[in-house]
């Protein structure tokens, strides 16, 4: 779903949220029948001992799942960028990471620990994505307001290609909208996830573990704020320059900043500002006072949809 649509989107992402079940129910308990037995602290003690177990032999796996995934991006990222070219020709040890992404069960991702569970979608986004890429590459797209190498040049890429993750069959919109931002609510994964567009956060070289997410987001994030075609300040005019990625989801950086529950409420760029403001490294060291970061107006640039691909730094260096 075209991210420009974010507006109405989010409506029903908000709504959704209201509506959907959780991805993983727990259990509930039996009925009917005769008198149930009650549940003693030994069983109780059992049964945790034996999620415990689970938990462990799962992250254990998954580690050494990630690690696959890790020895391709190695492989083909530079810089942020990607080698779609050279991967096309070995997509084999990607493809066997996403089999195995599949048939983790749900009593298996049930067990494991919040962190361990965003790891897993982060880079199930960021593999199904790179996947996705190479089936279709080149891309040479005729749509004329996209570049023609723009995944935005393939039909329902994000909509329509059923993924499977966790003994779960969804697409990459429901995985972004429905898991990432509504069930996890980290505004960090925004610069995590990359949508291979080279207006996204850059692609890192290393996968996300529940070990490494936390040091893993912040530097994401950090990168991603950094980089002056992101975030820009003209001190003469009072303007920020800030990449749209801000403008598509403004109300997923409120809590961040202590603004999701002000009333009035706040504007989606107030909120933007301030959160710009408070994190991005080259404005923090402004120490700015809050009425003079007021007067700065915000001014969205424009969205670089075309491929995160090393192509056009084939001839040169790293």
């Not at 996403?98 to 298996?108: M, P, R």
């Not at 897993?120 to 890429?133: D, E, M, Q, R, S």
């Not at 994000?158 to 779960?168: Q, T």
Request: hydrophobic share 35%.
């Amino acid at each position: 779903m075209a991210r420009q649509n974010i507006v109405q989107r989010m409506a029903v992402v908000n709504t959704a949220a209201l509506l959907l079940a959780l991805p993983c129910q727990a259990a509930g308990t039996v009925s009917g029948g005769d008198a149930q037995q009650p549940q003693t602290a030994s069983t109780g003690s059992e049964k945790s001992k034996s999620v415990e177990r689970t938990a462990g032999k799962t992250i254990a796996r998954l580690h050494k799942m990630h690690a696959m995934f890790t020895d391709d991006l190695h492989k083909y990222v530079r810089n942020g960028l990607v080698d779609y070219a050279r991967w096309k020709q070995s997509p084999e040890r990607l493809q066997n990471y996403l089999n195995q992404l599949g048939k983790i069960t749900q009593a298996e991702y049930q067990s494991l620990p919040e962190k361990e569970k965003l790891a897993i979608w982060i880079n199930a986004y960021n593999a199904y994505t790179i996947k996705l890429v190479l089936d279709s590459y080149p891309i040479k797209g005729d749509k004329s307001y996209y570049p023609a190498d723009s995944i935005r040049q393939i039909e329902g890429f994000w909509e329509n290609n059923r993924l499977s993750v966790c003994g779960r069959s969804l697409t990459l919109d429901t995985m972004e909208h429905e898991i990432l931002r509504r069930d996890f609510f980290d505004p960090r994964t925004h610069f995590a996830v990359v949508c291979a567009a080279r207006g996204c956060g850059k692609l890192h070289r290393h996968a996300y573990t529940g070990d490494n997410l936390d040091a893993r987001l912040d530097e994401a994030t950090s990168k991603f704020l950094s980089d002056e075609k992101n975030v820009k300040i003209d001190t003469g005019k009072k303007v920020l320059h800030l990449s749209t990625l801000f403008k598509y989801f403004p109300l997923d950086f409120a809590k961040q900043v202590g603004l999701e529950k002000r009333f009035p409420p706040p504007t989606d760029d107030e909120i933007v500002r301030a959160y710009v403001f408070a994190k991005a490294p080259q404005l923090v060291q402004l120490h700015l006072p809050e009425e003079e970061r007021k007067q700065y107006s915000v001014e969205y640039e424009p969205y670089d949809w075309s491929l995160n691909d090393t192509a056009e730094q084939r001839s040169g260096g790293d």
